[in-house]
């Protein structure tokens, strides 16, 4: 196989060659490394802090609040509302526990929480559907949708938020 290395080694003064190459390989790396410094995070478990969410339905921590993308861990104890976004789409990864996840439907005593944002009572003919850790649930912007638990029970999730 002939390579950089290869012709290097073959002309006179290869060694020089060389080093200009692991040079130029080195310092792109290090050009290129430091360029995306900024484009990429890494959130250890340890770091993780979970804290109480409105009327104490959840404890949540957002791992990334970006104007295109949102990245929450959630652990929910209790059933919520129905909720619906119109500017997000959810993809949920179920991690641990159980839950029933309704989807669709028509909102029932809908109350806006925010722009783009409702909240419900529950969604007449939403379907039904049992998920449970290593589930992966994609929730369209402005699909209702809306977590149950039964008494005793548990769901932690991962959600990413993003705009369509």
Not at 4 to 18: E, F, I, K, P, Q
Not at 71 to 96: C, P, Y
Not at 132 to 150: C, E, F, R
Request: proline share 4%.
């Amino acid at each position: 196989m002939v390579g950089l290395g290869h012709l290097a080694r073959n002309n006179n003064g290869g060694d020089s060659v060389r080093a200009i190459f692991t040079a130029l390989l080195i310092g792109g790396t290090i050009l290129a490394t430091g360029a995306m410094a900024e484009d990429y995070m890494v959130v250890p478990k340890a770091s993780q802090k979970l804290k109480a969410g409105p009327g104490n339905l959840y404890s949540q921590d957002r791992l990334l609040s970006h104007k295109n993308a949102q990245v929450n861990i959630t652990i929910r104890d209790k059933s919520g509302q129905v909720e619906v976004h119109a500017d997000w789409e959810d993809q949920m990864f179920i991690l641990d526990g159980e839950c029933t996840l309704m989807l669709g439907g028509t909102v029932e005593n809908p109350k806006s929480t925010g722009p783009g944002e409702t909240r419900g009572d529950s969604a007449k003919g939403a379907k039904s559907f049992s998920v449970h850790a290593g589930d992966y649930i994609y929730v369209p912007a402005n699909t209702p949708h809306q977590m149950i638990l039964a008494a005793g029970k548990f769901v932690k999730y991962a959600v990413v938020k993003n705009h369509p």
